[in-house]
């Protein structure tokens, strides 16, 4: 005979009861909380290295972004500020890099005195602060196919060409060199890059580097 008893169901069998009972043992709770704990360990150090890859990737596209500000208003319609009432649309606008001093900054400037440099705040246009965020810097401005570094880089632009030159500052002067340019951007420890690069024909695009970071090893850009 079988009897219902607080919804668990007791068999008689014999004389003897039965009872079929649902739960967790001790040792059962204590392997699945291990394994929880387990899990949420390693989402949370990879939560913390994700965290570090998009403020470095943000920072890339923010370099990006800044030349190609440059760019806009070098080869668009933006007048150039004039003594005279006539509005001056033939000036050159560049992005300027500065490493020499370890100035984490990028200056869009307009180049008043068409020396392809920039000559201070008078001809200031934006001003891009790279905020310490994790150690995320900029490691490396290089030039020409095999990248060689160079400490202070003009990338001008001038309608009515849509081509990039590159100006390398020396000793107060300008000189024209090859490019592409490459800006590298990378973390505190240079074990995590990303490169800036700007063709002559005036391509600006970003790319992983996969881990090939000023400091461990020469950073090459693309063909």
């Known amino acids: 005979m079988d009897v219902l008893v607080n919804n668990n169901l007791t068999r008689r069998k014999g004389g003897v009861s039965m009872l079929k009972k649902a739960g967790f043992t001790l040792i059962e709770l204590l392997v699945v909380l291990g394994i929880f704990a387990l899990i949420m360990g390693i989402a949370l150090f990879n939560q913390a290295g994700l965290n570090s890859n998009i403020l470095l990737?943000?920072?890339?596209?923010?370099?990006?972004?800044?030349?190609?500000?440059?760019?806009?208003?070098?080869?668009?319609?933006?007048?150039?500020?004039?003594?005279?009432?006539?509005?001056?649309?033939?000036?050159g606008y560049g992005a300027y890099f500065d490493t020499s001093t370890g100035q984490n900054q990028i200056v869009v400037f307009g180049d008043s005195n068409s020396n392809n440099s920039y000559d201070g705040p008078s001809e200031?246009?934006?001003?891009?602060?790279?905020?310490?965020?994790?150690?995320?810097?900029?490691?490396?401005?290089?030039?020409?196919?095999?990248?060689?570094?160079?400490?202070?880089?003009?990338i001008m632009f001038k309608r009515p060409n849509p081509e990039a030159s590159f100006w390398v500052d020396s000793g107060g002067s300008a000189?024209?060199?090859?490019?592409?340019?490459?800006?590298?951007?990378?973390?505190?420890d240079n074990k995590n890059c990303r490169s800036i690069i700007v063709e002559v024909t005036g391509q600006i695009r970003v790319e992983n580097t996969n881990g090939i970071c000023p400091g461990a090893s020469t950073v090459t850009p693309a063909p």
């Open 57 to 91: 990737t943000n920072l890339a596209y923010e370099t990006a972004l800044a030349v190609r500000e440059a760019q806009t208003y070098g080869i668009g319609v933006r007048a150039a500020a004039s003594s005279t009432a006539i509005a001056n649309f033939d000036k």
């Open 124 to 154: 200031l246009e934006s001003l891009y602060q790279v905020q310490n965020q994790r150690g995320n810097k900029i490691s490396l401005v290089c030039v020409g196919p095999s990248c060689t570094p160079v400490t202070k880089l003009a």
């Open 175 to 188: 000189n024209s060199v090859d490019g592409p340019a490459t800006i590298v951007v990378s973390n505190a």
